[in-house]
């Protein structure tokens, strides 16, 4: 049980074009999921948080604009890259948050490339 | 603030030794703390927890940690590492406080020699 659903696992665009990102839980109701950024050999960069049916809640220096976030249902939030330009380039995993156990799920990862 | 430090971002062992992995905490209120692992290109897979309760956690693929509130530690060993195991390893604190929220620490790739 416990599993996340990240889709798509790696996609490239051009620069100019949004991408969007789907993370679902698929047998438990996650109230909060996040979304994290991880660099090249580093470790994961909280994005930010997200709550059902509430407006997200983003960490110091990330633009909200630029990554938009909604979590529209209790198995599913979504992470829009808008304008993609290659800096955005990058590992974006996303996490569900499962109440009765105090621990975060993951997905696998989209791996996104921008050109 | 919490925050979590993993000594050592590379650590080499032979197939068979022992695999020891630390991590220390900071944390104002007694903490969750967790293991995870990475494989190239994946998610983050939980190989044990720490809530409440017996000290020395048992996890997945022979893993095991102890929580040593004394020195603030939550090291990972593993009494014969696999060449499975190379891996990236992480450890997070979160606060019981219902937001999930982690600190990550900064990683620990373990490389296993044949």
């Known amino acids: 049980g416990a599993v996340v659903s990240q889709h798509p696992s790696r996609v490239i665009c051009k620069s100019g074009t949004s991408v969007k990102i789907e993370c679902r839980s698929l047998?438990?109701?996650?109230?909060?999921m996040f979304w994290y950024r991880q660099f090249p050999k580093k470790s994961l960069m909280l994005m930010a948080t997200?709550?059902?049916?509430?407006?997200?809640?983003?960490e110091q220096g990330v633009e909200k604009d630029k990554f938009l976030i909604n979590h529209a249902s209790l198995t599913l939030s979504t992470l829009t890259v808008t304008s993609a330009h290659p800096e955005d380039s990058s590992f974006y995993i996303c996490?569900?948050?499962?109440?009765?156990?105090?621990?975060?799920?993951f997905g696998a990862g989209t791996r996104l490339s921008v050109l | 603030a919490q925050s979590v430090t993993q000594l050592g971002s590379h650590v080499s062992v032979s197939e068979g030794a022992l695999v020891l992995l630390r991590c220390n905490y900071s944390s104002s209120v007694p903490p969750y703390l967790f293991w995870y692992v990475q494989y190239p290109n994946q998610g983050l897979q939980l190989l044990l927890k720490?809530?409440?309760?017996?000290?020395l956690v048992k996890g997945i693929n022979g893993f095991e940690a102890e929580f040593k509130k004394s020195e603030t530690s939550f090291h990972l060993t593993k009494p014969s590492a696999h060449m499975s195991d190379a891996a990236e390893y992480f450890c997070a604190v979160s606060v019981p406080s219902g937001t999930y929220k982690y600190i990550f620490g900064t990683g620990t790739r373990l490389k296993v020699l044949a």
């Open positions: 996490s569900a948050g499962r109440v009765q156990k105090n621990i975060q799920y």
């Open positions: 047998d438990f109701q996650a109230t909060t």
């Open positions: 997200s709550n059902e049916g509430s407006k997200a809640t983003y």
């Open positions: 720490y809530t409440t309760g017996a000290t």
